[in-house]
């Protein structure tokens, strides 16, 4: 079973706007972590939060993280036609990474 | 550095054929997983090495789904008298296996049961 839950389930944006989805989560964790998945492909790493931080920062990614909420959000700005893809958080308790189920992502040129 | 390898990259599978997915982590990463990914989902952990040690099967849907990594590099999935219901996305992921290490993925096995 997933762990959590993305929202929304699929988002569809003009290029050059920015992206918001959301991830819920149900047990206490060690990290979160948001992956990329291209159509036919495996799943990409783009950014780990700790548990005991609240906002992370990576070139055009946002992430950030309440633990009190068990919600995490992963904000993309400046959306390319590129970044179109299933976008995915994994929590981490001990070793085992439990996925969500996803948000997909359409950017139209 | 190659990535995780992962073959077949497509198998098609008459019900009740046995199958086999191969496959190659980095090297050097301790863990390794396997994933389930059905079309439009997440992917939903099967189970979990580390070096040749299975630690967590719990994932695994039936004793029909076998998993082996021998000398605690490549490992293979073995899914006896496969059903249709095993159709899926088989993906494979690798770690350093420290804390807060990412997964690398495989770009998966797609496994159709006719």
């Known amino acids: 079973s997933q762990q959590g839950e993305e929202d929304p389930q699929a988002l569809s944006i003009q290029e050059g706007e920015n992206a918001t989805m959301n991830c819920s989560y149900k047990?206490?964790?060690?990290?979160l972590q948001w992956y990329r998945q291209n159509s036919g492909r495996g799943l990409v790493h783009l950014i780990l939060?700790?548990?005991?931080?609240r906002e992370k920062h990576s070139g055009r990614l946002r992430v950030t993280l309440d633990t009190s909420k068990k919600s995490s959000s992963l904000l993309i700005t400046a959306s390319r036609a590129a970044d179109t893809a299933s976008y995915f958080c994994?929590?981490?308790?001990?070793?085992?990474?439990?996925f969500g189920t996803g948000t997909r992502l359409k950017v139209l040129a | 550095g190659a990535g995780v390898s992962q073959s077949p990259r497509y198998k098609v599978a008459k019900r009740g054929q046995d199958v086999a997915l191969r496959c190659d982590p980095i090297?050097?990463?301790?863990?390794l997983f396997w994933y389930q990914q059905a079309l439009g989902q997440g992917p939903e952990f099967l189970t979990y090495?580390?070096?040749?040690?299975?630690?967590?099967k719990s994932g695994l849907p039936s004793d029909r789904f076998f998993a082996e990594r021998p000398e605690g590099s490549v490992s293979t999935l073995k899914i006896q008298r496969t059903q249709q219901e095993d159709s899926a996305v088989y993906l494979c992921?690798?770690?350093?296996?420290?804390?807060?290490?990412?997964?690398?993925f495989g770009n998966g096995t797609r496994l159709t049961v006719t």
């Open positions: 992921a690798s770690s350093l296996g420290t804390n807060n290490s990412p997964l690398h």
């Open positions: 939060i700790r548990s005991n931080e």
């Open positions: 994994a929590t981490s308790g001990t070793y085992k990474y439990i």
């Open positions: 090495f580390q070096n040749e040690a299975q630690l967590d």
């Open positions: 047990t206490s964790i060690n990290n």
């Open positions: 090297s050097g990463h301790v863990s």
